[in-house]
């Protein structure tokens, strides 16, 4: 048996007792390794190694990863600035015409600045169309004298030396004007007053070709972007700081008399418009203190709205006491009532994230801490954000949200300029759906007389021949059932209202608001009046007192109403509402936006979920056949009717367009024929195309929204071939039972017994072997998917072993076969073959 040495221990030990680094290499003993008895298992170190595994040194040495990188970057420009020093001494001549070059270029660059800054540019001004060039340049003073004479009255015509247009004279086009002043303070006084002037005209200072290639950077490199710790102050305007197509939402640090004034403020670029919608921006500073550097933004995008934070909170500051209470409070208040996404710079290098309530923190940090928790945040950031050449990495900056699956993408990019702090990039994602040109059709059955239906639908099946086909049999019911909702609730197309109001709103509430608005205008009127307003004040009250009552009646009423009313009702309190997506991306990454293409996105991705496996002969299964065997049901009047009366009204409508509210209304007319159909379904193993077809409708998990593999396939299919699958199922279960097949330890699916079930027997064993002071190893596993990837050969020959045969088991192999399905997104539906068995 081979043996090595532990490089720790310098013990020789056998390779099995061993484990190999795979980093450095080197060899440990499970001893000097720290892995516990489990650890060794689990990795499979004395079988099938399964994870990787690196010693200490090694693991230390990732965190320094990062550090090295800059210096190893910080040594590279040092033996470039060598390389360069050694050239010169070499080549003298070379290196002193290269000098030579770069500051005549340095030289003309700052000539050209000073001589730029007596000019403006001014645009949005019409030409004259005369061919003479003396009467062009005489309507072109008359322009600026008037544009100079509004500007400022300390700017007078005698400051102009010339008038020039810019670039060359082409119909229909409207050329810059550049104006060169005497001296370089006219030109300031005119750009510090360009506010006045109306659209289209607009002024601009002028720069020069280096200092228009480096503001594009910094645009660029700005775009899109939160910005924290701006270091700007109230005198930094204009073009410098704008991004075009971006407004710019700032909130400058304060400066004190003592304090600190260098650094901090934050600000917010946001685009304008986003695929033709507006983006309604609103400063909320309700919120917002002058002790804090915290800008409140509400930001609206049709009927989505969230209230954007952007933070620099200062480290060491000795006021943090004052200061941070008042930041935590204020966002603890906006958290309570918004749904909110906050960025910025916290300056917690303690903190250790995920963050728990077990980490002892400093005092402020104990803040953030109650504040974090108090408003069910979660912070998306997982990476060190700030870079620092001798300091380990830390995670400084941080996103967060009371709401997750608004943000997705989160990733750490290179900082800007001379940062040492990373870009936190991330999508805060709304899908918006373009208004449905189509509308949508639904009957009234709720006005449908039952008694008059079922003596009509009782005549006409009376006189159909029953004793065709399966297929043909359903066909004709499904006509009959057809015709009969077509006279009697006919599909009508339905518009949805938009209802600003809640729906626990009422006349009453309404009434008081339109008090309280009459109320606050009488004060506004005579602000010293103080009995007016202590009149609104009570209205006021009165109206919020109201709606709170009427609020919670409204949803106790719901949570008594079962699962779906909630679930309705809790989807709609949600600001990250997830419907069809407008949009999605394709295999390739491009993004996808026509109909046929976003469903056979989807289709493609929902068909790589199911296993398709060769004929299977030689199948292992761990338990004893079953002798006895359950291949013979009969569907009897009473179980179908059971079934169609036990229905739920509430139930959407499968692929058939056959309502569950009109099965179960009409169950005593339709049973007799729906028993032949069964009976004859399941003798013969035909089964009809409705009832292997379904509508699938995907649902967002979580994730990039965009990403077609984050939504799961929910499928609607026929409802009278759920009932049968009942029926099917409930004596499937009971001979499983009879025949013992079941284990103890199954909690799914079976009668009586739950996910909390299996919490409490879990829960009991475990405390009985903490009890017994005996170690306790818990696994949590988790099948991607597991019920689309049973694979149904395998399937199937597994329920054979269990004892489903003969007719029973051909049912199931037919029903499972030649299934095809549909994608409803945007009013586009493409059939799509299924093929798993």
Known sequence: MSTTKCYQCVKSVNMEDAVQCDGCKRHLCFTCSGLTSSEIKVMGLKTKRTMLFLCKPCREGLFQVPILIKAVDALRDEVQQLRLELASKSGLTDA???SKTVTSDVIAEIRERERRACNILIAGTKESEAEDVQIRQKHDENVVNNIIRNLNDEISPSDVLKIIRLGKRETGKTRLLKVVFKSRWVAVKALQNK?????????????????????????????????????????????????????????????????????????????????????????????????????????????????????????????WNIKDKILYENLSTASAHNTMVIVGDFNYRDIVWPLSYKQSLHDSAQLFQKFYFDSALCQLVTEPTRYQSGNIPSLLDLVMTNEEDLISGITNSAPIGKSDHCVIEFQIQYLISSPSAQGLFRRALHKINYEIVNAELKNKLCSHDWSKSVDEQWMALKDEVEIVLDRHAPLNMVKKKKNLNKPWI??????LTKQKKILWDSYVADKKCDTKYKAYRDCNNRCVSEARRLRSLYEAKIVESGNKPFYTHLRSCMASKVGLPPVVRDELGNLVVEGSKIAEAFAC?????????????????????????????KFTSQDVLMVLKSLNVNSATGPDNVPGVFLQSCAETITPVLVNILNESYASGEIPKDWRHAIVTPVFKK????????????????????????????????????????????????????????????????????????????????????FDKVPHRRLLVKLEHLGIRGNLLKWIKNYLSGRTFQHASLGFRGLYNLEVC
Not at 209 to 214: D, I, L
Not at 239 to 257: F, N, Q, V
Not at 609 to 615: A, I, Q, V
Not at 729 to 748: M, R, S, T, W, Y
């Open 96 to 98: 002193t015409s290269a």
């Open 195 to 319: 506010q006045k002037l109306s659209k289209p005209l607009q002024i601009y200072c002028d720069q020069t070709p280096k200092q228009r290639e480096a503001l594009q950077a910094l645009r660029t490199e700005l775009l899109a972007r939160q910005e924290k710790e701006t270091w700007l102050k109230s005198i930094d305007k204009g073009a410098s700081i704008s991004i075009p197509g971006y407004t710019l939402y700032r909130l400058d640090r304060k400066i004190i008399p003592g304090g600190k004034s260098r650094g901090g403020g934050v600000a917010v670029y946001v685009r304008k418009f986003i695929n033709n919608v507006p983006i309604v921006v609103k400063k909320n500073s309700a919120y917002m203190s002058e002790l804090t550097e915290a800008l409140y933004l509400d930001i609206q995008l049709k009927s989505h709205h969230f209230l954007l934070v952007v933070i620099y909170r200062a480290d060491n500051d000795k006021e």
């Open 506 to 511: 009422n006349a009453s509430i309404v009434e």
């Open 605 to 633: 991705e929902f068909e790589k979920t199911y296993s398709l496996e060769p004929d299977l002969n030689n199948i292992s299964i761990p338990i004893p056949r079953v002798k006895n065997s359950i291949d013979d049901i």
């Open 703 to 786: 994730g990039d929204k965009l990403d077609p593999a984050n939504y799961r396939p929910i499928s609607l299919t026929s409802i009278v071939c759920k009932c049968m699958e009942k029926i099917i199922c409930k004596k499937v279960k009971k001979f499983l039972a009879n025949e013992k097949i079941i284990p103890d330890n199954q909690h799914g699916f079976v009668e009586r017994r739950s996910t909390t079930t299996n919490l409490l027997s879990c829960y009991h064993r475990w405390t009985e072997e903490l009890d017994k002071h005996n170690p306790l190893d818990i696994f949590y596993l988790d099948f991607e998917r597991a």
